[in-house]
Structure formats: C-alpha cells, structure tokens
C-alpha cells in the first residue's frame, strides 16, 4: 500500500497538546511518536487504532513514527509474531522511521542507568521473598512498610546488582527496587521493581542476560533513549504516569524529555480483544488461526477483504477520546461497505443454485454476453459472460408459493436476468419426493441486454450464471463471531460463541473470475474476496467481507410478506444495534454528562430514552460523585424494583438515591445490603438509612477482617494463585468464590479490589 496514513488534517486533544508544544518550542519543534507492540500475538482492530493514531500524528506533523518490538518479557515472544507485526503495520500504510526497533537492543544502556541509579542512592537490592514484599507494601487505606534491606549500603547494593546479573542467584531470590516512598499514595509508586531475575532464554539475547527489567522501568527509558517526545498510550495507563516521570526524571536529563499520554483503547461490540483470549480461540481451535477471517486481527480482516482504507476511515470516524467506550460494530460495517461499494467491480456468482432449462432456447448455442464491470460504465472494461440453455438462478429468488406480493420468480411469472433476457417460469420439475429440481422457463428472444422491444417491465432483475460454462466455488459466509455485545462480560466467553459465524456454501461463480479482479460485489449478495491462502488452481475459494446490508439492523424492523419469508431461510440475529455513542455525541448535555462522569455510550444513551429518569440521574449523580456506580443502580436495581412502574412513582427523589450511593461508594453501605433493601425501601420511601438501621443488616465488615480472610485464602489456594499469575485469568472466580465465603458479609467490589491488588502484584 503506497497511500499515506493521515490523507487529512485531524484535530483531536492530542493536537491540541502537540500545537501548544510547537508553539511553545518544545522538542526542537519535533514530533516523534512509537507504536510498541509486545510480539507476543497478531495485531487485532484495536492495534490498528493506536496504528493510525502515532504514524498519523507523525505524518501529519512532518515527524517521526517507530516502530518498536516491546520484548522485554523473555517469555511468550516469538519471532512469527515480530514478522505479523511488521507485515500488518506496513499493510495499514504506517511507514516507520529506520528499522524496526527492539526494546531488547537497549538494555546494556538500561542496565547502566540501573548502576546509576544505585549509584546515586535511588535504588537498592532487596531480599525479602514475594510474599513479604507484598504484605509490606501496604494497600489503598495502609502505607507500607519499609523493607529491612532498604538501607544497604551503595557498595553493597552494587555488589549484589552485579553478582544478580552475573546469574549467581536463582529465580525469585533478590529484586532491584527504586528508592520512592513506602506510604506514598499510588502504589505503583511503593519502590517499584526495577529488575528481578529471570533465568530465562530470550529470543533475541539468547542467554545472554538473567535480569530482565520490569515495564514501568523499561518503557520510559525505551521511549527516552529513542527520543520520543510524545508517547502515547492508553487510559489504563494513567496512574503508572507518575512512575514514567519518576525514571526519567531519576535518569536524566535527556533532551527531548517524553512525556506520555492516554488516550481511550478501542472497545468493539461482539468481539473479544485481548490477545490472551484471541490466542485461546487459536490454540483451542475455534477458529482456523490468527488470521482467520471472523478474528478482530489485523491478520484475519486482511483475509476476509477489508481494506485499511476502511479501517482508516473507521479510525477517523470514531476518533481519539478520553474516556473508553464501547464502539458500535455497526460503525466498522459502515466504513467497511462504504470503501467495498466504491472499490469493487460487480460480478454474477449464484450461492444457492437451482437449475433452469430454456425450452425455447437451442440446444447447442453459447452466446457470450459483453457485461460491464461496472454498471452503467463499459469504458472501466468489460468481460464476456456465457449464456445457453441451462442456467442457473439462487433458489431464494423462486417461490413455488408465492405469497401476495412475491416479485420474483414463480410460475406464470416473468423477471429480467441481469444484462440477458427476460424469461418466463412455466412449470416445475421435482424429483420422486416432491423436492424442486429445475424449473423449465422460456426466453423472450428479443429481449437480449435485458430491454424487451415492447418496453415491458418485469418486477425483478435477477442474477444467474450458465450452468456448464460456470465454476463451482466454496464460499465462506461470515457471520459475527460472538451472538451478544458484550462477551467479555458475564461468564465465560467461549459460552458466547455464534455456532453459525461460518457458513459454507457451494456456489456457481461466472468463468471470468477465475482470473479476473480478486475483490468484487457478487451482484445482489455481497462483497467478496478471494482466499488467497486456500484457493487451489480450479478450486476457488472465495470470503465474504460483508453483506450489501446490513441484516443486523434490518431484522430489528418488523418483517413483512415475501421479504421475511425469503428472509427466514438466512440465519436471523438476536441482537439490533443502536448508534449510542453517536445518539450521545449528537447531544451536548449528553456528552457533558458522559465527560463529567466517563459514563458508557450505550449506558448513557439507553437512560436518555427516558427524559425522567434522565433527570432523577442528575440529581441522583451530582450527590453521590460516581456517576457510573450510580447509574448502574439504577438502571438494575433501582428500575428493577420498580418494575416498570414511572419514576416518578418513587417515594424518595434522585438526591436520597445519591445519599445512598454515596455511602455505598465510600464503604459504608454493602452491595449486599443496599440489594437487598432497595425493594423495601421502593416500598417504604423516606431514607434509605432508616430502612437500613431497622434491618439489622450488619455493617460492612471491617478491612482488617476482610485482610485477614484474604490472607488465608490466598495461603490456602497457592497454586491457583500462581496458575493465576501465569496467565490463567479465569480462576479469579474461584478466588472471589472463596474469599466472600471467608469473609462473610463483605462487600464484593471491595473484596474483588482487594483481591486484584494482591494477584497483579
Ligand atoms: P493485550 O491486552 O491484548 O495483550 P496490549 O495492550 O498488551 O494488548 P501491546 O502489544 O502491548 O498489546 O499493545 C501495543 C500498543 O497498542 C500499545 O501502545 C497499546 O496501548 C495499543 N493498544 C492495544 N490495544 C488497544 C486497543 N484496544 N485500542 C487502542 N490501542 C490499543
Ligand atoms: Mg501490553
């Protein structure tokens, strides 16, 4: 792909931020952006995000863009996973500065910084083993505690630095942590891990180094040695900023200082997008492989025929924000079928024959019709198409029952077949069993291009191939992958799967695709590309990238006669999509809202649609502060125990509602308790504390009790704990599970932060 990434001038906060350092003549008056990936799986749709957005920023700022290999992680990198990732990144037009970059090239340098830094007192070996680390780092209410090797001398803290990467020490045994603050408020910041041992083999330094450095220490130096002045990342980044500033502050100057930003990851309905649960799909055979053409992968869009011209102007269309939201896929689809209608020659393919013999017609001639690729526009080329006695037409276009206001083909009526002849059903043939096998037609012999001398109009024009002169072809019929928004949310996401995302299909294609255009319009069907990896020489293969519509938000609306009956016969969705976050961007007072307290699109956008409840939200929200938390409760179990009765039915205002948020949100209230009482108190009105104290619900058990319980559990279930922490996510249910049952009565959100605290440590 030689087009550029940015063809035009986009304004988003990051500009914004870009603009003011230019005018302000920072950096040199230079821009130089990253994308750094970790080799470690395909690039997915939300890689191609942050891909548009650095080379964009870069191109259009007449900057720097590289490209970074982040292989810090010794293990689970593979060199096939750096080759994916250059190949897709050049595919998406992303044009980087020099050559590929490895974050693996740097650490002598980060090894050196690390002496300095001991050096200068900044940083030091500590001894402890896991566990005490952990317990000494204190939580969200509790400083931590200084570890006992803290105030090694230099010298000492030299020595054991040296003799860590001179592999004298297993696994495990001693860590290089920076000298922060024990209490300070962000954890993160807790004398963080520098290096921990590692005796591990790495695909590019070999064995070369036993000691690999942590994130939070590599990436600003990365970013820093490279001179980046702009390193983007996203949101879940936000609060390790702090420690990005620390290290480069702690290791500078360097001349140009980066500085890091977040902006919101990309989150698509009815996809998963995290590579640990696209690689499960891989390894678990749910899908033929990285690049298969349902995976949200760079890999498998490719596959299936979307181009990054499309995937460009999705990017645009959705923009850079600062909050996460969940995109509709609808907007994928939208820029999809908006690029393939522009791009794609139109072509005749049958995927459902039936045959039909033209009984007038001769039995031995071929006439080879000259149809344009393009409509309407013989000058962009033509192709010949054969045309003789036995065709073949999609048996959805055929009623042998037509209901009332059938337009298609049936007996007794006529139709045009695109660019031929007008022919005519005059009797069905059926096997034994009463099966349709044929239809005998007659032709109207002067009707050839499709005009018939007396200027009649049949009501339908319908596609077709010639049956001997066609070639049989398997088509793949892609459907969503997943059969709800959002499968990442409750249970397992394999349980999600749509059992009919493929469809294969043995369809007739007209002989001029064997050679011709790789990508085209089946006309009346699709958009359609070659499969250029299982396509064998007369044995074509051929991917859908999209339907001509889209049948999501078509099966919403109420189905009528003929086109619902013929609509039956294609699996039909569950789910319609609305546009929420365009509803919500549409809105100033909605997009204010969804700002003041990063509210989901869809979330905000389903409230909206009652003006009432909206308002009570406001009132209810301005009071308890979290706005999210809030509406949440409402919508679940505020409306739930209304039951569908108004708002305005209830006997306490949005103000009372956000009292008792508010105490939920600071820990004086369960969940437990507040579910558990929003009926009575729906009932009852007044406050919600009145309802409470006379419950005799007890108050939320104590963080001291909950440590403790978390303590024993984790001691009891070790090797679930490190099964976790090797990437077994799933198993964080059973820890939850055991944990409420220790500490009975405690609150789940608390528990389940608590939890995670300790399990990402
Ligand atoms: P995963 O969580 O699936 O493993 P990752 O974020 O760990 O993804 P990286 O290889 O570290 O994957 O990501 C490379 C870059 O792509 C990072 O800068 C990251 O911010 C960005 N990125 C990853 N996922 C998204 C997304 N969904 N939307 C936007 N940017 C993303
Ligand atoms: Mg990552």
Redesign the pocket.
Known sequence: MTQSVSPSRRSNFLTDIIDADLAAGKNDQKVVTR???????Y?????S???LLNFGLAEQYQGRCHLRM?DTNPVAEDIDYVRSIEHDVAWLGGKWDGEVRFASDYFPRMYELAERLVQAGKAYVDSQDVEEMRKNRGDFGRPGVNSPFRERSIAENLDLLRRMKAGEFADGTHVLRAKVDMSHPNILMRDPLIYRIRHAHHHRTGDTWCIYPMYDYAHPLEDAIEGITHS???LE?ETNRELYDWFLDQTGPWNPRPRQYE?????LGYTV????K?LQLVQDKRVSGWDDPRMPTVAGMRRRGVTPEALRDFAERIGVAKNNSLVDIGKLEFSIRQDLEKRCPRALAVLRPVAVTLTNWPDDMVQQLDLPWWPGDPSQGTRKVPFSKYLYIDRDDFSADPPADWRRLAVGREVRLQGAYFVRCDAIERSPDGQVTGLRCSVDLHSRGGEAQDGRQPAATLHWVDARHSVAAEVRLYDRLFNVELPDGEGDFLQHLNPDSLQTVTARIEPALTEGPERVQFVRVGYFFRDGKDSQPGAPVWNQTISLKDSWTKAKQPARGAKAKAEAQTPQPTAPTTDWAALVASDPALTALQTRYGLDAAALGRLAQDGERLAYFQDAAAVAGDGALTLRWLQNDLAGALAGAPFAALPFDGKAFGRMMADLAAGKLTNTAAKALIPAWVKRGGEFAAVLADSGLAAPVQGDQLRTALAEVLAAHGAEVARYRQGETKLLGVLLGALMRQAKGCDPQAARAALMAELQS
């Open positions: 994308f750094p990936p970790e080799p470690n799986g690039l997915h749709i939300g890689h995000k942050s891909i982040d983007i990342c996203t980044f902006f919101a990851r990309l989150a997008m995290s590579k640990r696209l």
